[in-house]
Every structure is written in structure tokens, then in C-alpha cells.
């Protein structure tokens, strides 16, 4: 299965960013991908923040991972959680 990654970064409000990948079946349509990422952001305990056009790009398509597809059979996406995440 091919997936495509967007590349997310979200500004905090101390001023730094969270960086997070969105990785989904490649005919996800966009406006599902910022769903997906406003879900995560909402999932983060004291999180107010939300995902826009502007935040999020699509980067490229790879082959799915068995750590992924677990993720994006039940849910429709994975989230890499990368820079400001931890």
C-alpha cells in the first residue's frame, strides 16, 4: 500500500513549534488530512491549537510500514510525532 506523508508544523503559543508528519493512504483527500491532524492536536492534554492550510504540505509518497498500518486501518491516519512533540 502507498501512503503519502504531509509535513505539519504547528506554531505553540510559547513560540516554538510542533513538527509531525500525517501519514495517510494516498487518495486521502486534503481537508481529511487537516481533520486528522486537528484530531491529534485536540488529543494532546492542554493543546488549543489547530492544524490549517497553511501549516500542513504534502512532502511525498512511500510504502506503508507495519508500524503505520495498524494506525491507518482503524483511524485513516498515523501521526510522526517529530520536533516539540515529547
Known amino acids: 500500500m502507498t501512503v503519502a506523508v504531509f509535513d505539519t508544523y504547528v506554531k505553540k503559543k510559547d513560540g516554538g513549534y510542533l513538527h509531525f508528519d500525517i501519514i495517510v493512504d494516498k487518495s486521502t483527500c486534503f481537508e481529511d488530512v487537516l481533520v486528522y491532524g486537528n484530531n491529534y492536536l485536540r488529543s494532546r492534554k492542554g493543546e488549543t491549537l489547530s492544524v490549517s492550510h497553511k501549516d500542513c504540505r504534502f512532502c511525498h509518497l512511500t510504502e506503508i510500514i507495519p508500524q ?19
Open 68 to 86: 503505520w498500518q495498524e494506525h491507518i486501518s482503524q483511524r485513516g491516519y498515523y501521526i510522526h510525532e517529530l520536533e516539540g512533540c515529547h
